[in-house]
């Protein structure tokens, strides 16, 4: 038995950011390509790109640079603002994890030896 938890931030009571979006903004970084990334996470390029507006407007920093495309093509890049944002959400990520662990390993025992039953 484990022990797992979701970690998300809300702005306005919406949600914001959280582990399927950071996956949007890795495959950005991966592909250099919006399109790409949709398609590697099984989304529509449409939908991938509300997202980015919608995280950007309630964030209020600016996460993708965009490239028009045209004879070399299109691309996309992650701003210095998103790569930091991306490492603190992982940080926060960890934690949370490293604090949810150590505490059902406190409450159900190193070998889940403590569940009881009712």
Do not use: H
Request: charged letters at 35%; zero cysteines.
């Amino acid at each position: 038995m484990e022990i797992k938890s979701k970690l998300w931030i809300e702005v306005g009571g919406e949600p914001v950011f959280g582990r399927g979006r950071r996956f949007l903004l890795q495959a950005i970084d991966k592909y250099g390509s919006i399109n790409q990334a949709a398609k590697e996470i099984n989304i529509s390029y449409r939908r991938a790109w509300s997202y980015i507006k919608a995280m950007e407007e309630r964030l209020g920093i600016k996460l993708v640079e965009r490239q028009a495309g045209g004879k070399n093509g299109g691309g996309a890049n992650l701003t210095k603002d998103a790569r930091k944002f991306l490492r603190q959400y992982e940080l926060m990520e960890q934690g949370i994890k490293e604090i949810v662990d150590k505490r059902f390993k406190e409450i159900f025992g190193k070998d889940n030896q403590q569940i009881s039953r009712f």
